[in-house]
């Protein structure tokens, strides 16, 4: 166990690019290695390579098309995994045609309302269900028995915006991982929709953006995602009753949570349909990924050790934030992420929150700046002559796909990559200006072993990256009152898991 770096040569350091000139020549991504470090050189470029060059200032401003995120670095973190030969092929299988057929056909059953038909083969949520399960069991015969699809159902007694017993279906398809199938990834949207009355079961009410676009990327991900073979488990899933109060979603949690289901990561899709703003303004290469600091499942007990040690800015769910900016912020998906350090828009909520409640990690990804007008409205045109409803024609099937490259990108690493560390602790027992982390070695059979990450406590993204080698404790030479420590596992292939912010161990 030898301490690397020492607090010598780091006293003043206060951040990457001042602690690079300190600690030794910059990694190709640009960001500082201490000794040791086992960071691999970033040949991802970013994401003007795939979308087109980067605007200043284009239209929507800072925020113009393929424009960098207001705050972010113009270089990777130190985190960051540049795509695979094997990530780059499944990307390039995601096809916006198939997606537009998708959003085209849930529009088709003319409404799609929790409340309304569920018997009717041609309109209503249930003539959806069916068609959603039919898809999904068509993906499923290509997988050589891998996949699995089925329904998950319930009769919801009356309740906020359900007046009587109402049977809400979640579809669910399950490609069981070959090598860790007890780890378990989700991505969902939801099939119901609405109009501008959310108790109106009878009007079109089409959701092509809100949420037929996140249900297209969910099968798209199944459809190629099937004829693989993932190391841990991943849930392609559609739920109901969104509108109405996330009914489906909290459904689904709380069956993995009775089951203790390891759910390591969970992202919705919910609103990723288009790139154009209710003033015209165009972004279309970002999405939001939405992710809470202080966690909704925070005990007293877990509070009071936040508030003494920090850690507002890295719950499990702020880690899966940065892993999605780490393996899905670069060429291969054609887009950037920006992570916005909230768990839902004001006023507003989606299927991610019944997972946070149980203390699951879990992000919500929207498109970067909602048209109001087609979303949540009924079917119209007003005497101006402007159209309102949430109709197919106002979706952007390619931005969707490139959406769909950065969910599968997360999801398809993040089932290959080792698990999250478990049982990662900073010893506090003694009072000395060094650290010692310890953790609980995984069980991959792949596994070879740590790397220690650490950031000034100003620094939104990790910074520093030190192999610390197939151990579970490491010493390193610097004081953990000054910075934050993390811990993320490495396997044989190279990929690297979501970090471990440890706790304190007295």
């Known amino acids: 166990m030898s301490p690397s770096p020492t607090r010598r040569t780091v006293l003043t350091a206060t951040a990457a690019a001042g602690a690079a000139t300190t600690l030794g020549p910059a990694t190709p991504s640009g960001a500082a290695t201490t000794s040791g470090a086992a960071t691999e050189p970033n040949t991802a470029t970013p994401p003007e390579a795939a979308a087109g060059p980067a605007s200043p200032s284009g239209p929507g401003g800072p925020e113009g098309p393929g424009g960098t995120p207001p705050g972010s670095s113009p270089r990777p973190p130190a985190t960051a995994q540049p795509p695979t030969r094997e990530l780059r092929a499944l990307l390039r299988e995601i096809d916006p045609d198939r997606i537009e057929a998708t959003v085209r056909k849930l529009v088709s059953f003319g409404t799609r309302h929790t409340l309304s ?16 399960l039919a898809e999904l069991r068509s993906y499923a015969a290509a997988s050589g028995g891998r996949m699995t699809a089925e329904l998950q159902s319930y009769v919801q007694e009356p309740a906020s915006r359900i007046p009587t017993p109402t049977r809400i279906t979640n579809v669910l398809a399950t490609l069981r991982g070959s090598v860790t199938p007890e780890r378990v990834y989700v991505v969902s949207g939801h099939y119901d929709s609405r109009v501008t009355d959310v108790m109106d079961a009878t009007s079109d009410a089409p959701g092509a953006d809100d949420d037929a676009s996140g249900v297209a990327v969910v099968l798209e991900l199944a459809r190629v995602m099937a004829k693989r073979r993932p190391a841990s488990t991943i849930v392609f899933a559609v ?8 009914y489906g979603s909290a459904y689904m949690a709380q069956r993995f949570k ?48 936040r508030r003494s040690a920090g850690g507002e800015n890295d719950s499990a769910t702020r880690q899966l934030a940065r892993f999605v900016r780490d393996v899905a ?18 006023r507003r909520g989606g299927d991610h929150i019944p997972f946070l409640e149980r203390g699951y990690p879990a992000a919500r990804f929207t498109e970067p700046a909602e048209d109001f007008a ?38 398809w690493t993040l089932a290959q990559a080792p698990g999250t560390p478990k049982g990662a ?39 520093h990256v030190i192999d610390a080698g197939d151990a579970t404790t490491h010493e390193v030479d610097l004081s953990k009152d000054n910075v934050f420590f993390g811990v993320r596992a490495v396997n044989r292939a190279g990929l690297r898991s979501p970090v471990a912010f440890p706790d304190p161990q007295a």
């Open 258 to 305: 009775a089951d203790g289901t390891d759910v390591q990561g969970m992202f919705t899709n919910d609103i990723i349909g288009s790139p154009t703003a209710d003033d015209g303004t165009r972004d279309p290469y970002r999405i939001r990924l939405f992710a809470e600091g202080v966690p909704s499942s925070e005990t007293p007990e877990q509070a009071a050790i």
């Open 117 to 132: 038909a569920q018997d009717d083969p041609r309109r209503g949520i249930g003539a959806a269900r069916d068609w959603l």
């Open 239 to 246: 739920v109901a009753g969104e509108e109405q109060g996330l």
């Open 425 to 463: 602790k900073i010893v506090t027992s003694t009072l000395t200006n060094s650290t010692q982390l310890v953790w609980t070695r995984g069980k991959e059979p792949d596994l070879t072993g740590y790397e220690i990450v650490w950031r000034e406590t100003t620094s939104p993204e990790w910074t």
């Open 374 to 411: 087609h979303q949540h409205q009924d079917v119209r045109v007003d005497e101006t002559g402007k159209q309102y409803g949430d109709l197919p024609e106002f979706c952007d099937y390619d931005y969707i796909a490139r959406v769909a490259r950065v969910n599968a990108a997360t999801l």
């Open 329 to 346: 912020d670069n060429d291969a998906t054609g887009m950037h992420v920006r992570v916005i350090y909230r768990r839902d828009r004001y």
